[in-house]
Antibody, heavy 125, light 109 residues
Framework: EVELVESGGGLVQPGGSLRLSCAAS????????MSWVRQTPGKGLEWVSA????????YYAGAVKGRFTSSRDNSKNTLYLVMHGLRVEDTATYYC??????????????????WGQGTLVTVSS | QSALTQPPSASGSPGQSVIISCTGT?????????VSWYQQHPGKAPKLIIY???QRPSGVPDRFSGSKSGNTASLTVSGLQAEDEATYYC??????????FGGGTKLTV
């Protein structure tokens, strides 16, 4: 059974940094692309980042580009999101998600299929 | 404001059918067959129920179906059941390494 468990969320001041982790189990981690998606009560779901199965390719939404970095350690079955220069508008529940199929190509790499339970990030002074 | 436009609410009685629309542009919904739909119950993570416009993941009832015409995708829920009451989000590949979502539709049964 696919399981994704996020951790690392919390309260941080504007301008601060945070590292989120997502521990994966129940599937062959290094054959699936992964994504981070965040959710705020007012704005619904917002895609944040995607990373290829190997970790060599990463993609970011415009709102976080240059501030957030997605990476993965396939030996530890873990996905990471390092967030710098946090802003109040980054406050959200952050979900990690696995795509549906192995070795995805093109648009199929942008279909989050299995989601973790989420970790809350609050940016406030 | 979300990239894709969904009605904020929809409703139907048990046994009835309801259709939820999702309108984008030729750069996302109209340009690619990578439209997906998610069901989210309060306090839970989203669950994928439709991908690639009309495909259903294993375990999703065939009461859920998807379609697309031009820049608008639709989710049809037939034979409404009480457990279908949830918020539904559409998502679409938007090219240029981008995924966009709708603002969500709260379905009341």
């Amino acid at each position: 059974e696919v399981e994704l468990v996020e951790s690392g969320g919390g309260l941080v001041q504007p301008g601060g940094s945070l590292r989120l982790s997502c521990a994966a189990s129940g599937f062959t981690f290094d054959t699936y692309a992964m994504s981070w998606v965040r959710q705020t009560p007012g704005k619904g779901l917002e895609w944040v980042s995607a990373i290829s199965a190997s970790g060599r390719s990463t993609y970011y939404a415009g709102a976080v580009k240059g501030r957030f970095t997605s990476s993965r350690d396939n030996s530890k079955n873990t996905l990471y999101l390092v967030m710098h220069g946090l802003r109040v508008e980054d406050t959200a529940t952050y979900y990690c998600a696995r795509v549906l199929g192995e070795h995805c190509t093109g648009g199929s790499c942008y279909v989050p299929a299995y989601w973790g339970q989420g970790t809350l990030v609050t940016v406030s002074s | 404001q979300s990239a894709l436009t969904q009605p904020p609410s929809a409703s139907g009685s048990p046994g009835q059918s309801v259709i939820i629309s999702c309108t984008g542009t030729s750069s996302d919904v109209g340009g690619y067959d990578y439209v997906s739909w998610y069901q989210q119950h309060p306090g839970k993570a989203p669950k994928l129920i439709i991908y690639e416009v009309f495909q259903r993941p294993s375990g999703v009832p065939d009461r859920f179906s998807g379609s697309k015409s031009g820049n608008t995708a639709s989710l049809t829920v037939s034979g409404l059941q009480a457990e279908d009451e949830a918020t539904y989000y559409c998502g679409s590949f938007g090219g240029s390494a981008n995924l966009v979502f709708g603002g969500g539709t709260k379905l009341t049964v």
